[in-house]
């Protein structure tokens, strides 16, 4: 698993750790992101979420291997079942962004209470580019969150 949690001090934190494959990120890592937030929800103790990436490195968006071979079909896809709780989480949720943040990890970070960026970081939506439509309604949320060109 490339998922690794914690929590001290009332700070629940998700870290992606996959940087062998750029953080990637797979359906079971969003499965089990999705049980990190929503036992992070129902724990008291929790007072905030913290998902961060690897130093350099947040996550370069799907694994498209791991995509292309279960691709999301219904609703109980992993990926719908991670932004599902992510919207559902009534916790704050904090972003810690350095280096990439493509495609999902870019949108992620669009649903999210606070997010911080490191300067030399670099967002991307290659969705275009590469013939898919733009997800968890980016392409909405974007405009309203930045304004229009």
């Known amino acids: ?46 007072r905030a979420v913290l998902i961060t990436g690897q130093p350099g490195l947040f996550t370069s968006g799907n694994d498209l291997e791991d995509f292309m071979a279960r691709p999301p079909r219904d609703a109980d896809a992993p990926v719908f079942q991670f932004m599902q709780a992510l919207l559902g989480c009534e916790k704050p949720v904090v972003a810690a962004v350095t280096g990439a943040a493509i495609g999902i990890g870019t949108t992620l970070l669009l649903h999210c209470d606070l997010v911080y960026v490191a300067d030399d970081s670099r967002l991307a939506m290659p969705f275009v580019a590469l013939g898919l439509v733009p997800e968890f309604g980016s392409s909405l949320v974007v405009p309203r969150l930045m304004g229009h060109v």
């Open 1 to 46: 698993m490339s998922i690794k949690t914690a929590t001290f001090n009332g700070v629940a934190t998700i870290e992606i750790a996959r940087p062998e494959k750029k953080n990637a990120i797979t359906s079971a890592m969003y499965e089990a992101m999705a049980e990190a937030l929503n036992a992070a929800n129902a724990d008291p103790k929790v």
